[in-house]
C-alpha cells in the first residue's frame, strides 16, 4: 500500500504561480507512475499531468505549457509547478500512484485562483 501527503495549495492572483508537493511512503516499488489530478465543484475530476518511472510526461490540454510535473525519487516525492494560473484552475488538486494492482491517492489540496 501507498500512502500519500499533498502539501502546496493556496490562494494566488490570476498569473501567478504555486507549487504541488506530494510524498509518497508505503510501497514505493509498486509505483509505475504518478500523476495530479484535480476536481472543481460541481464537475468530474480530471486529470492534469502524469510521470512514470521513466520520466514520461503527460498533460491536460488545458494546462500545457502552464504546468510541469516532476519527480525526485530520493525524496519519494512528486512536484506540480503551475504557472500563469488562471481562475478555471480552481479546483481540489489529488496527487495519485498508480500501481501493477491498484492506485493510491491523497487527501487533496485546495488551489484558489481569483481574478
Known amino acids: 500500500q501507498v500512502q500519500l501527503v499533498e502539501s502546496g495549495g493556496g490562494l494566488v492572483q490570476a498569473g501567478g504561480s504555486l507549487r504541488l508537493s506530494c510524498a509518497a511512503a508505503?510501497?514505493?516499488?509498486?509505483?509505475?507512475?504518478m500523476g495530479w489530478s484535480r476536481q472543481a465543484p460541481g464537475k468530474q475530476r480530471e486529470l492534469v499531468a502524469a510521470?512514470?518511472?521513466?520520466?514520461?510526461?503527460n498533460y491536460a490540454d488545458s494546462v500545457e505549457g502552464r504546468f510541469t510535473i516532476s519527480r525526485d525519487n530520493a525524496k519519494n516525492t512528486v512536484y506540480l509547478q503551475m504557472n500563469s494560473l488562471k481562475p478555471e484552475d480552481t479546483a481540489v488538486y489529488y496527487c495519485a500512484a498508480y500501481g501493477l494492482s491498484r492506485n493510491s491517492w491523497g487527501q487533496g489540496t485546495q488551489v484558489t485562483v481569483s481574478s
Open positions: 508505503g510501497n514505493i516499488a509498486s509505483i509505475i507512475a
Open positions: 510521470i512514470n518511472s521513466g520520466g514520461m510526461t
